[in-house]
């Protein structure tokens, strides 16, 4: 079963709009961690924010918000007056446990975001 | 502070040709990563090291891979015989612990592996 579902393929928006890019999770784990994570066309994936599942407010970081709908097991990223730099994939991740203790992160298929002049 | 460095960046290889990635983590960081991407998709684990222990190999094919971390400092992915169905972007990542609020993982460019 997929641990981390983003059900948008591609999104498009306006420069200077805001958009909402889903994530929903899946563990019965009572502590974790969920991260988005951009990644432009170069390759490397760049940390936006992270929301752990004991944090009683929304994540903010800048221009970008974390929506944490815990009963839903939702996390939704919004980016907030889109820019043209926007422009990528944006994945979503969770923090789960893994073997021998330690943990690894778990990622979403990702969604490319588009922002439009 | 230097990020996580990757080489190469570009590898395009025959099948059933060896090929190697080669990861600097950043100063000081215990634990690295060995994810890889298929198109399309998130990244995968691989490997998990704390420093020169690999703690999590459960997800490499052990068949034709191999990875190394001499000294709990740089590491290395190995790759032989390659398969067509090995091209995809490796990525390296390390990350210190405690993390801090999410900020411990980091990335490096990756490798994007073309098998022909």
């Known amino acids: 079963a997929q641990k981390i579902t983003q059900t948008q393929p591609g999104m498009f928006v306006q420069e200077k709009e805001a958009v909402t890019l889903d994530c929903t999770y899946d563990t019965s784990d009572p502590s974790y961690g969920l991260f988005w994570y951009k990644q432009p066309s170069s390759g490397e994936m760049i940390f936006l924010i992270y929301?752990?599942?004991?944090?009683?407010q929304n994540a903010t970081e800048g221009r970008y918000s974390l929506n944490f709908q815990k009963a839903r097991k939702s996390a939704n990223l919004v980016i907030s007056a889109s820019q043209l730099g926007d422009s990528a994939m944006y994945f979503c991740?969770?923090?789960?446990?893994?073997?021998?203790?330690?943990?690894?992160?778990?990622f979403g298929k990702g969604t490319k975001l588009t922002v439009n002049p | 502070e230097a990020g996580v460095v990757q080489s190469p960046r570009y590898k395009i290889i025959e099948k059933k040709q060896p090929v190697a990635f080669w990861c600097n983590p950043i100063?000081?960081?215990?634990?690295l990563y060995w994810y890889r991407q298929n198109l399309g998709q998130g990244p995968e684990l691989l490997i998990r090291?704390?420093?020169?222990?690999?703690?999590?190999d459960s997800q490499l094919p052990k068949d034709r891979f191999s990875a190394e971390r001499l000294k709990g400092v740089d590491s290395t992915l190995k790759i032989q015989p390659a398969e067509l169905g090995d091209s995809a972007v490796y990525l390296c990542a390390s990350s210190l612990e405690p993390q801090i609020r999410g900020y411990g993982y980091t990335f490096g460019s990756g490798t994007r592996l073309t098998v022909v």
């Open positions: 929301q752990g599942s004991y944090d009683q």
């Open positions: 090291y704390e420093n020169e222990e690999a703690v999590d």
């Open positions: 100063s000081g960081h215990n634990t």
């Open positions: 991740a969770m923090r789960e446990a893994s073997k021998g203790g330690s943990e690894k992160l778990v």
